[in-house]
């Protein structure tokens, strides 16, 4: 089992900048891969991005250039920096984790990007 907690959503201006956290704890070993996912409202989760355990990262197209997913294997622990927030990045943030066929999904994060 992966226990997954995430942090630092909240309400901020279009322009402004956020960064998440994604702690992990369990069977943190067998994980090959996390991630961010959102869900807007009214609208299907979809992928922000993602990083392998060797540091391969993977983004949506509507982030890129402006959010960057980083990890500290110390803290076992996912970032994801968002820069540049629109207010169409307003969603709920969920942080994944994937052990071969089994997905761990943390309880979600608010961002509000409003004026």
């Known amino acids: 089992q992966v226990q997954l907690v995430e942090s630092g959503g909240g309400l901020v201006q279009p322009g402004g900048s956020l960064r998440l956290s994604c702690a992990a704890s369990?069977?943190?070993?067998?994980?090959?891969?996390m991630g961010w996912y959102r869900q807007p409202p009214g609208k299907q989760r979809e992928l922000v991005a993602s990083?392998?355990?060797?540091?391969?990262?993977n983004y949506a197209d509507s982030v890129k250039g402006r959010f960057t997913i980083s990890r500290d294997n110390a803290k076992n622990t996912i970032y994801l920096q968002m820069n540049s927030l629109k207010p169409e990045d307003t969603a709920v943030y969920f942080c994944?984790?994937?052990?071969?066929?089994?997905?761990?999904w943390g309880q979600g994060t608010q961002v509000t990007v409003s004026s």
């Open positions: 990083i392998t355990t060797g540091g391969s990262t």
């Open positions: 369990g069977n943190i070993a067998s994980i090959s891969g």
């Open positions: 994944q984790a994937v052990d071969g066929s089994l997905v761990y």
